[in-house]
């Protein structure tokens, strides 16, 4: 695909306790998505390591039915 960049990553897993590496991890992405220019299409693919506590109305085409945490009451109380 002409004109595309396409960025595969790991995110370090929560087995990892240290904040450090996942914070560099991050800092590293974001320093390699600034360098892709603005009118290039760009697709973020792999494994973020996230928690998704529950799948709010309407994300149904982005987030798919197997969900690992604590549930629909836990998200709403807590952050909605």
């Known amino acids: 695909i002409r004109d595309s960049v396409i ?35 760009l697709l973020i693919m792999g494994d973020f390591n996230v928690r998704l506590h529950a799948r709010l109305n309407g994300e149904e085409r982005h987030v798919g039915p197997h969900i690992f945490g604590r549930g629909d009451q836990y998200l709403h109380e807590n952050y909605v």
């Open 7 to 41: 960025v595969n990553q790991y995110a370090p897993p929560d087995s990892i306790p240290q904040w450090e590496h996942k914070n560099r991890h991050y800092d590293n992405l974001n320093a390699l998505l600034e360098t892709v220019p603005r009118n290039h299409r």
